[in-house]
């Protein structure tokens, strides 16, 4: 009989030590798939980091798959630090890519800059709005914010479903479930050939860490999620912080639903978020929470999106042999993160019980 306990004696050393096995199983579970599927595991791990750095394309590919997930992770990591388990990115960042292809469809004869700004509010403020309607019913009547932000991700979803096959189709799409794609005036600029949300994320990642480690609310909202009642105590109002904290949480995500319509797909589809809230919330666990190894969980993790993808053309294979992979090695390198946050040791007591009560 075992029994879990948090582990309180780990250095920081041990930990890595865990990571490194826990990657090199994970690359010997993988190796083994990929000879049963009768390729090279060699070949093909050349081949997936070919994916990402092989070309100057190639590399900017994963560098725009990183992108909403770093700013993803940034709102994430807000309301997690409060305890408060967002699983409603993925709805915020749909909610702010609707706000913004409104100003984009509709409004198109704005010049470029002053429609850009207008997306950038409309979505900052949508998705902030989104996710602040389940942390009100948190702080007011203390509902279950895990259900109710997951919940809301399928309305957002259903939402846009209904847009795009009923009052917001293209009259010229023949037919065609679509949106029409946005005029020049909503495309994002380029810098070095990818959307400026790059540096959006850049000099979000130093603000963030900032706000969270040398501002008065970011301590207050560190206070809040080691205790809610030691915050209380301290003569902080707590409600207020979680709604204003929610409040950004929710932005950041919306700001990634004007990114992915006006810098990448340059339309809107039901489609928009493609799981990057929830994929968010992984790399955002993986990198503790933390702005600056945010980018590091995020860009690798954009890496290896990007190299799966490659090897379905490379090796002719089909993308869920890709996606297997990539799910293996996530069950490692999160299997690690449970023995680094806890251990298991033998119920001796429970032992003891079961054997007077057999004998």
């Not at 602040?132 to 479903?161: H, R, S």
């Not at 915050?231 to 207020?240: D, F, H, L, S």
Request: aromatic share 12%; proline share 2%; glycine share 8%.
């Amino acid at each position: 009989m075992f029994r879990i306990i948090k582990r309180t004696d780990l250095t920081k050393k041990q930990s890595v030590i865990f990571r490194i096995i826990a990657i090199f199983g994970a690359l010997v579970a993988t190796s083994i798939f990929i000879m049963l599927i009768g390729f090279n595991p060699i070949d093909v791990y050349v081949s997936m980091l070919d994916g990402s750095f092989g070309s100057m394309y190639r590399f900017r590919e994963a560098i725009i798959q990183a992108i909403p997930l770093i700013i993803t992770s940034l709102g994430i990591s807000v309301a997690f630090r409060m305890k408060f388990w967002n699983i409603g990115a993925e709805g915020q960042i749909i909610m702010g890519a609707f706000a913004a292809s409104y100003f984009a469809l509709y409004h198109s004869n704005i010049p470029s800059g002053l429609l850009l700004l207008l997306m950038f509010v409309s979505a900052v403020i949508t998705g902030g709005i989104w996710a602040l309607i389940p942390a009100y019913f948190k702080a007011k009547f203390g509902t279950n914010e895990t259900l109710f932000t997951l919940m809301m991700n399928y309305i957002a979803q259903k939402f846009l479903m209904y847009l795009q096959y009923g009052p917001w189709k293209d009259p010229n799409a023949l037919g065609a479930g679509k949106i029409a794609m946005f005029s020049d005036n909503a495309a994002l600029p380029k810098v070095f050939g990818i959307h400026i949300g790059w540096i959006a994320a850049i000099v979000l990642v130093i603000l963030m860490h900032i706000f969270i480690n040398k501002t008065k609310r970011g301590y207050e909202i560190q206070v809040i999620g080691e205790s809610e009642n030691t915050a209380r105590y301290a003569g902080m109002n707590v409600k207020k912080i979680i709604l204003s904290s929610i409040l950004l949480s929710g932005a950041l995500c919306g700001m990634v639903g004007m990114f992915q319509v006006s810098g990448v797909n340059h339309t809107l589809s039901y489609q928009v978020a493609n799981g990057v809230g929830f994929t968010a919330i992984i790399t955002t666990w993986l990198a503790g929470l933390s702005a600056p190894i945010i980018v590091v969980a995020c860009f690798l993790f954009a890496v290896l999106q990007q190299g799966g993808t490659y090897i379905q053309t490379a090796f002719n294979i089909h993308s869920s042999v890709a996606q297997i992979l990539q799910g293996m090695i996530l069950f490692f390198v999160l299997g690690s993160e449970f023995f680094i946050q806890y251990k298991l040791v033998r119920n001796k007591s429970a032992e003891h019980k079961i054997g007077k009560e057999a004998a």
